[in-house]
């Protein structure tokens, strides 16, 4: 059974840095892009960065670029979310997602079969 486990949400004041972490098992995904998403309440599911595998292809929401990093282990089958000078319109329930095929990362939520339980952000101003 897959399974993605995030970690490393919590409490920040705006301008901090926090760093998300999502842990997979029951399959490698070394090979398939992983990404991040986030939905704040009242609205929809929103797309924040995505990552492949190995073919060095990287997409960032323009709300997000330059201020998160995301990254992978392959070795720990892990991807994470570095979040710098965060904004209280970054509050949201952070996923982390698996696509389980393909090389290219989507944008879309539908593009992604694997979710994890979702770990909230709270950004005070």
């Known amino acids: 059974q897959v399974q993605l486990v995030e970690s490393g949400g919590g409490l920040v004041q705006a301008g901090d840095s926090l760093r998300l972490s999502c842990a997979a098992s029951?399959?490698?995904?070394?090979?398939?892009?992983m990404g991040w998403f986030r939905q704040a309440p009242g609205k929809e599911r929103e797309f924040v960065a995505a990552?492949?595998?190995?073919?060095?292809?990287?997409y960032y929401a323009g709300s997000v670029k330059g201020r998160f990093t995301i990254s992978r282990d392959n070795a720990k089958n892990t991807v994470d979310l570095q979040m710098n000078s965060v904004k209280p319109e970054d509050t949201a329930v952070y996923y982390c997602?698996?696509?389980?095929?393909?090389?290219?990362?989507?944008?879309?939520?539908?593009?992604?079969?694997?979710w994890g339980q979702g770990t909230q952000v709270t950004v005070s101003s």
């Open positions: 029951g399959r490698t995904f070394s090979s398939n892009p």
């Open positions: 997602a698996a696509k389980s095929s393909g090389h290219i990362p989507t944008t879309t939520v539908v593009g992604y079969d694997y």
């Open positions: 990552k492949s595998g190995s073919a060095g292809i990287t």
